[in-house]
């Protein structure tokens, strides 16, 4: 059996009038900038069969992946184990969890699902004959870390330059935009997967409903003869696209999309193209720590704190917060490789820090890993230990921050031996 690979996207846009996640404050939905986004992509070969869902939403709870998943297998006889799911943590896109004062929007979610199975369908249908073709290039004029050491140690997210306080920029960037690709004999585009490490936060705090910078490159990208394009965001819990060195100056969402777009859209012919692949799949569960937070943590007066929004809204969902913590003992995590060569497709359920990113990717070599944060689960940010002792928006505790230090690094080291052992 040669290799094969299908494509498909259904629109997943809400209707007016549902309720908004990316701001973790009540905003309702009243206008349509652009659509939103499932897409999937299968690969087979004669001995293995791997499957990608992209959602334009913030996160994806492992309950619905598992869903999915679970449908998928039901309904096409498709292994829901070698499927990936992952969101492109836009902001700008529908209540797909409860988080903050947000309550999920359950007959939302619940349609967003049937569809995202009904399009990975339609993928398996059209799968043929295909070649796959891979590369990168790197872009430093998007994605920036947003975290600024201050003088006195501590880290202010979104710091800015010039400042009397700001010291230095805490960390690195992560420049690489990988491409996965897949064409026909002939040469036409079937569809790629996409990866870069960066925040798709426009319009998160208004009432317009946006698949944010993602969804410009794709429009970019099919404007160039690539007709379903997959983002999937990297280790970005501390990149975004404000420039603290250009006092915090960020480019609108259609500027980035043309920027990443333009250097994906001249990789495309460059890209190295192949016929034979081994395709791989696996997966582990960990039990990730929960922090052991003092009372300063909880009240949000530890050196370090930085509540962005209403301290009240802190306060108000603590005590469900700490419930659940001690409910569960710990925090259950996904992590999964799906592989095409020597290249490995790698699930972080979470948004990591880019050192963290960088960090699988070394210690993968001569392999080549690709994390795919926001996937098959939602466990919140995960900062690196010499981030949780300086602070900041992602390391103050709350319902979206409270993994113990080692979470990060207890992620790549499964990820690096998921990939080491296949």
């Given amino acids: ?48 069969r791997i499957g990608f869902v992209q959602l334009d939403t913030l996160s994806v709870r492992h ?45 939302y979610t619940q349609s967003m699902i049937e569809k995202a199975v009904s399009c990975f369908g339609q993928a398996l249908e059209r799968s043929r004959e295909a070649e796959i073709g891979f590369g990168s290039t790197s872009e430093f004029r998007v994605g920036f870390n947003r975290r600024i050491v201050q003088r006195d140690g501590t880290v202010k997210t979104h710091g800015r330059f010039p400042d009397p ?15 996965i690709a897949a064409r026909a004999p002939g040469g036409e585009l079937l569809g790629a997967l996409l990866n870069f490490a960066c925040h798709p936060a426009h319009h998160g705090g208004d009432t317009v409903f946006s698949a944010g910078w993602p969804g410009k490159l794709a429009d970019e990208l099919k404007a160039r003869g690539c007709p379903c394009p997959m983002y999937f965001n990297g ?22 999309g043309k920027l990443l777009g333009e250097n994906i859209g001249d990789l495309l012919p460059k890209l190295d193209w192949r016929k034979d692949l081994k395709l791989g799949s696996r997966t582990r569960t960990l ?13 949000g007066t530890i050196r370090g704190a ?10 108000k969902n603590m005590p469900a917060v700490l419930k659940k913590m001690q409910e569960r003992g710990v925090q259950k995590a996904e992590v999964q490789a799906l592989t095409l060569g020597e290249y490995a497709c790698v699930s972080l359920p979470g948004e990591l820090f880019v050192e963290l990113g960088l ?41 979206w921050s409270n993994l113990a230090p080692e979470s990060g690094e207890l ?3 499964a990820a690096v031996a998921l990939i080491k052992n296949d």
Wanted: net charge negative; glycine share 8%; proline share 8%.
């Fill in 306 to 315: 930085q509540r962005f929004i209403d301290p009240k809204l802190y306060d």
């Fill in 287 to 299: 039990d990730l720590p929960f922090r052991n937070v003092s009372p300063a943590e909880i009240a």
């Fill in 165 to 179: 306080n700001a010291l230095c920029i805490e960390g690195p960037i992560d420049p690489e935009v990988a491409v």
């Fill in 411 to 413: 992620l790549i080291d």
């Fill in 63 to 107: 309950a619905d992946t598992r869903e999915i998943r679970e449908r998928v297998q039901a309904r096409y006889g498709f292994p829901g184990a070698h499927i990936l799911v992952a969101a492109t943590h836009n902001h700008a896109g529908p209540a797909v969890a409860s988080i903050g004062d947000v309550r999920r929007e359950e007959a």
């Fill in 1 to 48: 059996m040669p290799l094969k690979a299908g494509f498909a996207e259904v629109d997943i846009t809400p209707p007016t009038g549902t309720r908004k996640i990316g701001w973790i404050k009540v905003l309702v939905g009243d206008c349509v900038l652009d659509p939103l986004y499932a897409r999937a992509a299968v690969f087979e070969s004669s001995s293995e």
């Fill in 235 to 256: 280790a970005q819990g501390n990149i975004s696209t404000s420039d603290p060195a250009r006092n915090g100056i960020d480019q609108p969402m259609e500027v980035i």
């Fill in 359 to 399: 960090d699988l990717k070394e210690r993968a070599h001569p392999r080549r890993a690709l994390p795919f944060g926001l996937a098959n689960g939602m466990v919140g940010y995960v900062p690196t230990r010499a981030a949780m002792q300086r602070g900041g928006y992602e390391t103050t505790f709350c319902g």
